[in-house]
């Protein structure tokens, strides 16, 4: 099992916002994961019937999720990568797209109906801190929805990048997800989804041979929703409301 680096301190953020320029100017098409991963979350945001909601982004890369979302209501973007967020300004003129750290850039506190962030508080050097900032820009009763890397399933796959230099990886299970909401947020739904994992328990529950087997008798899209049911997917979903 491979070693994760909690890290508590920052980094330079130079460092960190050349990184993710690069990084995000590395992907020009939308995975499959992160389609899957967008879908869950506009499937959650309908399910809160939000009207015309003040909705923020936080880690919005491209820009492509937030225009997506631009469809439930007006739409504010941040990231810390300024190559893409020029780009996506330009791209989605409709969207408010803010290039800054998320910790200190300036947004109006306790003024959004929903925020989202997807696969982006793990590489946060403090996710207690995330946590606090997006609960001060909420309003009370105002809304979370937050995807994650699943700590036990990356745990156990063996062809995941395990470092991203400087920039933290700090993978969450879902106890620890709910621990870190706790203070702020009630829980309304959490899952996973995707599954995934090809080491230890997982090189057993994901094998071809077996999973083939089980094919015979249990339809495949079946076999993936016990998997996601049971906690086996790769992403970890939550919704939360901030307490009023
Ligand atoms: C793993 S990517 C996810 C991007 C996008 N949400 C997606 O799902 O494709 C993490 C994102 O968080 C952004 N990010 C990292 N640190 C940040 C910070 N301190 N403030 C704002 N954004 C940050 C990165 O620039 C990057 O776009």
Same mark, same amino acid.
């Given at each position: ?23 995000? *100017?590395?992907?020009? !098409? /939308? %995975?499959?994961?992160? #389609?899957?991963?967008?879908? $869950? =979350?506009?499937?959650?945001?309908? +399910? ?51 290039? *800054?750290?998320?910790? !200190? /850039? %300036?947004?109006?506190? #306790?003024?959004?109906?929903? $925020? =989202?962030?997807?696969?982006?508080? +793990? ?51 879902? *106890? ?69």
């Amino acid at each position: 099992m491979h070693e994760q680096k909690l890290a508590t301190e920052r980094f330079d953020l130079n460092v960190e916002r050349q990184f993710w320029n690069d990084w995000i *100017g590395e992907w020009k !098409t /939308v %995975d499959s994961s992160s #389609v899957r991963r967008a879908g $869950a =979350v506009v499937a959650q945001l309908r +399910s809160l019937n939000l009207e015309n909601p003040r909705i923020l982004e936080v880690g919005c890369g491209s820009g492509w999720l937030a225009a997506e979302l631009s469809r439930f209501g007006s739409v504010t973007g941040v990231d810390l990568a300024d190559e893409p967020i020029a780009a996506a300004k330009a791209k989605y003129p409709h969207v408010d797209f803010i290039a *800054g750290d998320f910790q !200190t /850039v %300036d947004l109006p506190a #306790v003024h959004f109906d929903l $925020a =989202v962030s997807v696969e982006v508080i +793990s590489v946060f050097h403090d996710p207690s801190l995330f946590v606090n900032r997006v609960a001060s820009l909420l309003r009370s009763g105002g809304y979370l929805i937050l995807t994650c890397p699943h700590k036990f399933v990356w745990d156990r796959t063996d062809f995941v990048r395990r470092s991203h230099g400087e920039i933290p990886l700090n993978w969450l299970n879902m *106890g620890e997800l709910k621990r870190l909401l706790r203070n702020h947020f009630s829980l309304l739904h959490t899952e996973t989804m995707m599954p995934a994992g090809n080491l230890g328990v997982l090189r057993l529950i994901n094998s071809y041979r077996l999973n083939g087997l089980i094919k015979k008798v249990v339809p495949e899209p079946s076999i993936v929703g016990i998997k996601e049911r049971i906690g086996l997917g790769k992403t970890l979903l939550v919704v939360a409301q901030k307490r009023v």
